[in-house]
């Protein structure tokens, strides 16, 4: 980092030096340091999906919203995919997932937070979303159980990035399976898990405990934190940094050739 560059992002000068990236900057890796975007969230699991992506010298990686309802944040990943696409030249296919109708029936029980989710919230406006969505956006309706197998069958770029926003524990089991046993992926996926940092959160309901026996369940997939985001950030607590993970294929990262340089090694893994 240049002087000035420590200078802008020391703390008396922080915030205005934000807003100046803000409104200024072009480069996403800049706007990604300084979350400087309305979900930094989003860019930041774009980007290094991407960064992902040309280390296995791959050309193009499917991002996904698990999740969509009023669509602002199908949008905001469309957007971060442009300005990645732009800079790195990793072709992205933005694709979001939702029933169309609200949140699926919770479970009766506290698995699925009854006390906090309702059937029916978060209907989607589905002609006033696809008139926002661009070429590269693609809306999927149905239940995820259904729609995400099929998906799964006929997806040539591997996934990079996903989101999962839908707030059940039950749902958050159909998401997972995108890194199931039919799984296309990166060695390594990056996650935004929306609901596990709530004060109604915990371990043993919700997003979290799917990913626990997710993890579980699957020895060649594991999910865990996303070590190491909150290096080179400006603003490094930041509450959805704590939401970040990634899912490590190890079969794909076993599989890898053991005669090989280690520099050649680390461009496929």
Not at 35 to 53: K, S, T
Not at 137 to 163: C, D, H, K, R, Y
Not at 165 to 187: A, C, E, I, K, W
Not at 237 to 256: F, G, K, R
């Amino acid at each position: 980092m240049s002087i000035l560059g420590r200078i802008a992002a020391e703390p008396p000068f922080r915030l205005a030096s934000y807003y100046v990236v803000k409104r200024f900057a072009h480069s996403v890796r800049t706007i990604d340091r300084w979350g400087a975007v309305a979900r930094p969230n989003y860019l930041a699991g774009v980007l290094a999906a991407a960064d992902q992506a040309k280390r296995q010298q791959q050309r193009a990686i499917s991002v996904i919203e698990f999740g969509v309802a009023g669509g602002s944040g199908l949008v905001a990943l469309q957007e971060a995919a442009a300005g990645v696409e732009r800079d790195t030249g990793i072709g992205i296919s933005v694709w979001g997932f939702d029933t169309g109708e609200g949140l699926p029936e919770p479970l009766h029980d506290y698995r699925d937070h009854p006390d906090q989710w309702i059937a029916a919230d978060y209907k989607m406006d589905v002609v006033k979303l696809r008139a926002r969505l661009e070429r590269r956006t693609t809306l999927v309706l149905g239940p995820i159980s259904e729609t995400l197998p099929a998906w799964l069958e006929n997806t040539q770029a591997p996934v990079g990035f996903i989101s999962c926003d839908v707030d059940l524990y039950s749902s958050t089991n159909d998401v997972l399976q995108v890194f199931g046993p039919r799984r296309r992926m990166l060695h390594r996926a990056f996650i935004y898990l929306a609901d596990i940092n709530f004060v109604f959160n915990h371990r043993f309901a919700g997003e979290r405990l799917a990913v626990d026996e997710f993890n579980r369940r699957n020895e060649m997939v594991k999910i865990d934190r996303w070590r190491g985001i909150k290096k080179g950030r400006v603003f490094d607590t930041e509450p959805w940094l704590e939401s970040m993970y990634v899912a490590h294929d190890l079969l794909a990262i076993n599989a890898c050739v053991p005669e090989r340089a280690p520099s050649e090694r680390c461009a496929l893994v």
